[in-house]
């Protein structure tokens, strides 16, 4: 309940999403929402708030897959809506805001721009539809580093596709990034405002950093590094992480893992040319996703590392897995989705497709089961667990 020290946390008798006491957190739309949800009592507007959250997160990635794919198969569509809904990355920040505001940001973010892109003429309903997410998700600025990674799938699109631009694919995103840059100068220019004032002594000090902190072999089991094995008066923070070292979860983990890269890596079952240009495209962002969350760690931590000491405004990005991981994990549930797809129409006249599939889905259970049956929310007193995880 200290919402003065600690400005981003709820409790059961306060909820001021960000409180009338800081400045900082009332520049954002998350004041606006608590003013609109005051006729409710603070648990109500808590629940109202999360559940949305994870509602719209969950229809983006349908949303997404319905654009990339001209056919949708249920069955695939609900296995890789279940690895991106309870995958273990999901389990290391529940109901977190920040995190759970752009996780349900980014699929719309990705979806809407992948449509203004590719539309064939000045499409000012699109813009506006990204400008309208922007000032919805505006919140998650209070973390810059999110704020600004929202924009890296779109960056590396328009740089996948800097070959076969358009001339109405130019001005639309010229139009969009234009006016996305006046439509927030709301917010921006009082936070600007507040890091050259009150933020001096935090960029001078000795700031925390988690760069080398990073696992790339958890990564490929698709669970999170981060805090795994932590804990605090005897209690671990993820009580479930032993789950995870059970010789038979490590095997599935690693398996759905490679499933999603190799068969989103095959393109000889689909010969449907839009499909495999988004296949390419979020194979690439799944391997940035993953150099990325990698922060100063072998192999290419050299990179990181010369980034982080030599770019301006990079040392932002001090924890490589709580900024970056849920890029890793959109991209490699899309692949999913394609792997299966592709695997489908490979067994297509087979009698082991029932046997197959079945499997999979006991493997998709296993590697979600902890998030699944709510094991990965906290139900014991800690001293420094914040009143959002409830």
């Not at 990635?61 to 279940?82: E, G, N």
């Not at 309208?132 to 998650?140: D, E, G, P, Q, T």
């Not at 067994?347 to 999979?360: G, N, T």
Request: aromatic share 24%; charged share 10%; proline share 4%.
């Amino acid at each position: 309940g200290r919402y003065s020290f600690y400005p981003y946390t709820w409790d059961s008798n306060y909820v001021s999403f960000g409180g009338d006491s800081v400045s900082i957190p009332n520049l954002f739309g998350i004041s606006l929402y608590s003013y609109l949800l005051k006729l409710f009592t603070p648990p109500i507007m808590e629940r109202i708030v999360i559940y949305f959250l994870y509602l719209f997160r969950y229809i983006g990635f349908i949303k997404l897959i319905k654009l990339l794919c001209k056919k949708i198969s249920s069955f695939s569509l609900i296995l890789a809506l279940f690895l991106f809904v309870f995958n273990a990355f999901e389990s290391l920040n529940p109901f977190s805001l920040y995190s759970l505001m752009f996780s349900a940001y980014l699929p719309f973010s990705v979806y809407y721009f992948i449509k203004l892109y590719s539309s064939d003429h000045v499409d000012f309903i699109i813009v506006s539809k990204l400008l309208i997410l922007s000032i919805i998700f505006s919140s998650v600025n209070a973390n810059i580093p999110l704020g600004v990674t929202i924009f890296i799938p779109q960056v590396i699109y328009i740089i996948y596709q800097v070959r076969n631009i358009k001339k109405k694919a130019f001005i639309n995103v010229s139009i969009y990034f234009l006016l996305l840059i006046l439509i927030n100068l709301w917010w921006f220019y009082p936070l600007v405002t507040y890091f050259l004032n009150s933020a001096s002594d935090v960029f001078s000090s000795n700031w925390f950093s988690a760069v080398d902190a990073e696992d790339l072999g958890a990564y490929f089991r698709f669970i999170g590094q981060w805090g795994w094995y932590g804990g605090h008066f005897l209690y671990n923070y993820y009580p479930f992480n032993q789950y995870y070292d059970n010789f038979i979860v490590v095997l599935i983990t690693y398996s759905i893992t490679v499933f999603a890269f190799l068969g989103g890596s095959i393109r000889k079952y689909n010969h449907d040319n839009s499909f495999n240009t988004f296949r390419l495209f979020f194979l690439i962002l799944a391997l940035f996703g993953l150099f990325l969350m990698g922060g100063s760690n072998a192999p290419f931590g050299y990179v990181y590392n010369f980034l982080y000491n030599n770019i301006f405004g990079f040392k932002m990005f001090r924890e490589p897995f709580t900024k970056f991981g849920e890029i890793y994990v959109l991209s490699l549930c899309v692949l999913f989705y394609f792997s299966l797809e592709n695997l489908r129409k490979f067994l297509k006249d087979s009698l082991y497709i029932f046997p197959i599939f079945i499997l999979i889905i006991f493997s998709v259970f296993v590697a979600v089961r902890p998030s699944l049956l709510g094991e990965h929310v906290w139900s014991k007193w800690n001293g420094s667990m914040r009143t959002f995880r409830v």
